[in-house]
């Protein structure tokens, strides 16, 4: 089974609109943490938003926020106010395990912001 | 505050070749990942570092993939003899000791990549 599910391998938005990425996740280890990454063009993987499995709240960052839905097993990504540097690929991945360093990755989502 | 360095940003070599790829973590950090991205496989974890140690090595092809860590600030990832399906965009990685950060999470930092390609 895969351990990180993104079901979305592509999305336009206009700019200015709100987008949502999903991800769901697969673990029966009760510590685990999950991140989400931005890829542009140029390549770089650039560190967005963290949600601990025993954070009591969404994890925000600026524009960015996640929808954590622990009994589903899903993070999903939200993007508020898409502006056209939003263009990416986008990943979601999972660490498990306290001490556990390693990152599982999703397949991604291309996100493309239409003008 | 420089960011993980990696060299050469792009490599053109023939099947058969040696290749090696370099890394510089940030400083002070603690673990060093090498990740390999494709488009048919995403991107995968080959081997990550603690203290200069490798800790898991299970995302290693085969043995023709190495890596080494001799300092806190520089790793190789060696491919002995490279083939075509070796090309890829190859990744290092690094960050803080979970402890030592106030927040409760430790980011990995990326570097820009090293794009391979095996003629």
């Known amino acids: 089974a895969q351990k990180i599910t993104q079901t979305q391998p592509g999305m336009f938005v206009q700019e200015k609109e709100a987008v949502t990425l999903d991800c769901t996740y697969d673990?029966?280890?009760?510590?685990?943490?999950l991140f989400w990454y931005k890829q542009p063009s140029s390549g770089e993987m650039i560190f967005l938003i963290y949600?601990?499995?025993?954070?009591?709240q969404n994890a925000t960052e600026g524009r960015y926020s996640l929808n954590f839905q622990k009994a589903r097993k899903s993070a999903n990504l939200v993007i508020s106010a898409s502006q056209l540097g939003d263009s990416a690929m986008y990943f979601c991945a999972m660490r498990e395990g306290f001490g556990n360093e390693k990152l599982t990755f999703g397949t991604g989502t291309r996100l493309t912001i239409i003008p | 505050d420089a960011g993980v360095i990696q060299s050469p940003r792009h490599e053109v070599t023939e099947m058969g070749q040696e290749v090696t790829l370099r890394c510089k973590p940030i400083s002070g950090h603690d673990y060093l990942f090498w990740y390999r991205q494709t488009m048919m496989r995403g991107l995968e974890l080959l081997i990550y570092?603690?203290?200069?140690?490798?800790?898991?090595d299970s995302g290693m092809p085969e043995d023709r993939f190495s890596a080494k860590m001799p300092n806190a600030s520089f790793s190789t990832l060696k491919i002995q003899p490279s083939e075509p399906r070796d090309s890829a965009v190859y990744f290092c990685?690094?960050?803080?000791?979970?402890?030592?950060?106030?927040?409760?999470?430790?980011?990995?930092?990326f570097g820009p990549g090293t794009r391979l390609t095996v003629l």
């Open positions: 949600q601990g499995s025993y954070d009591q």
């Open positions: 570092f603690n203290n200069n140690v490798p800790i898991d």
């Open positions: 990685a690094s960050s803080l000791e979970l402890g030592v950060r106030l927040s409760s999470y430790n980011e990995q930092f």
């Open positions: 673990t029966s280890d009760p510590s685990y943490g």
